[in-house]
């Protein structure tokens, strides 16, 4: 069974600091996918970022990254120049390989930005 | 625009009232799930579908029912809502190539009372 841990609660930033938000994962596919999504305060589940297992390189999209250590399973989201509207919950995912079944989330972190 | 569409957005409901929330999704994905969100346990899902007339338990699927007689429609059915699923529920759909991001619905808050 695939598994995904985020062990930050909360975490605070400065505003035009870069965080790091952690994830690992766990999972007995050799083929599988990492995803980030955002949930501002108004609940929407916002799709951010994806890294595929045979990825070599990390993925970045605009200020996100995924800081990517497959030999750790580790999936950090790593936001930089925090601002204000990055005020949020964020939700780390996997999905398998195959793609047949939903994914599965992780319990979130909620990022707060400081101005 | 593409797009996944929960109906109703808000519910307030009393124990033992069968009620359905709707979701429909216009990308002709074929895979759809409900998840429900709970402060401090993430999103659990409750059902999912990988096509018409397939669909499978989730990790809580208990007190919830799911059909897919169409691939755009997937409702989440509460034959007899109680207060332990007062929640925040989501549809999502995807497609069935590899490792394609979750396309959700705006989300469902349900209060039962």
């Known amino acids: 069974a695939q598994k995904i841990t985020q062990t930050q609660p909360g975490m605070f930033v400065q505003e035009k600091e870069a965080v790091t938000l952690d994830c690992t994962y766990d999972t007995s596919d050799q083929s599988y996918g990492l995803f980030w999504y955002k949930q501002p305060s108004s609940g929407e589940m916002i799709f951010l970022i994806y890294?595929?297992?045979?990825?070599?390189q990390n993925a970045t999209e605009g200020r996100y990254s995924l800081n990517f250590q497959k030999a750790r399973k580790s999936a950090n989201l790593v936001i930089s120049a925090s601002q204000l509207g990055d005020s949020a919950m964020y939700f780390c995912?996997?999905?398998?390989?195959?793609?047949?079944?939903?994914?599965?989330f992780g319990k979130g972190t909620r990022l707060s930005v400081i101005a | 625009e593409a797009q996944v569409t929960q109906n109703p957005r808000y519910l307030i409901t009393v124990t033992g009232k069968k009620l359905t929330v709707t979701c429909s999704q216009n990308?002709?994905?074929?895979?759809m799930s409900w998840y429900r969100q709970d402060p401090g346990l993430g999103l659990r899902q409750i059902y999912y579908?990988?096509?018409?007339?397939?669909?499978d338990k989730g990790d809580v699927p208990e007190g919830y029912k799911v059909s897919r007689k169409e691939k755009r429609n997937f409702p989440l059915i509460l034959e007899s809502p109680s207060p332990n699923q007062t929640s925040l529920y989501f549809c999502?759909?995807?497609?069935?190539?590899?490792?394609?991001?979750?396309?959700f619905g705006q989300g469902t808050r349900l209060t039962v009372v």
């Open positions: 999502a759909s995807r497609p069935a190539s590899m490792n394609t991001e979750a396309f």
């Open positions: 890294q595929g297992s045979y990825d070599e």
């Open positions: 995912a996997m999905g398998p390989g195959g793609g047949n079944t939903p994914l599965v």
């Open positions: 990308m002709n994905h074929e895979y």
């Open positions: 579908s990988m096509n018409v007339e397939v669909t």
